[in-house]
C-alpha cells in the first residue's frame, strides 16, 4: 500500500508564510503527478498546483504567491505559500499517481489534509 502523509499547516496571519510538505511511502515504483488540492468551508475541492517532471501547473488565484516543489529521491512534494489570503485558508490534501509495480499503471493516492487556518 501507500501512505501520503502531509504536515506543515497551521495558524498563519494574513499576508503571512507557510510551507507544507507531503511524503509519499509504501510499495511504490514510480510517481507521475504529484500536487495539492485544497477545499475552504462550503467549497467544493480544488486543485491547488500540480507538479510532473519539470512541469508546473498552477489555480490563477495562487499564481505568483505559491510555488510547488519536488524531491523525487524522497519522493516528497511540497507547496510554499507565501502572502497568504483570507481565502486561502482550508484543508489541504496532498495526492500523487503512483504505480506500485512496473505495469501496474498508476492511480491517485491521497493525504489526510492539513488544516491551513488564516487570522487577521
Known amino acids: 500500500q501507500v501512505q501520503l502523509v502531509e504536515s506543515g499547516g497551521g495558524l498563519v496571519q494574513t499576508g503571512g508564510s507557510l510551507r507544507l510538505s507531503c511524503t509519499a511511502a509504501?510499495?511504490?515504483?514510480?510517481?507521475?503527478?504529484m500536487g495539492w488540492y485544497r477545499q475552504g468551508p462550503g467549497k467544493q475541492r480544488e486543485l491547488v498546483a500540480s507538479?510532473?517532471?519539470?512541469?508546473?501547473n498552477y489555480a490563477d488565484s495562487v499564481k505568483g504567491r505559491f510555488t510547488i516543489s519536488r524531491d523525487n529521491a524522497k519522493n516528497t512534494v511540497y507547496l510554499q505559500m507565501n502572502s497568504l489570503k483570507p481565502e486561502d485558508a482550508g484543508v489541504y490534501y496532498c495526492?500523487?499517481?503512483?504505480?506500485?509495480?512496473?505495469?501496474?499503471?498508476?492511480?491517485?493516492?491521497w493525504g489526510q489534509g492539513t488544516q491551513v487556518t488564516g487570522s487577521s
Open positions: 495526492y500523487a499517481d503512483v504505480a506500485i509495480y512496473s505495469g501496474s499503471g498508476f492511480r491517485a493516492y
Open positions: 509504501g510499495s511504490i515504483f514510480s510517481i507521475n503527478v
Open positions: 507538479i510532473s517532471g519539470g512541469s508546473t
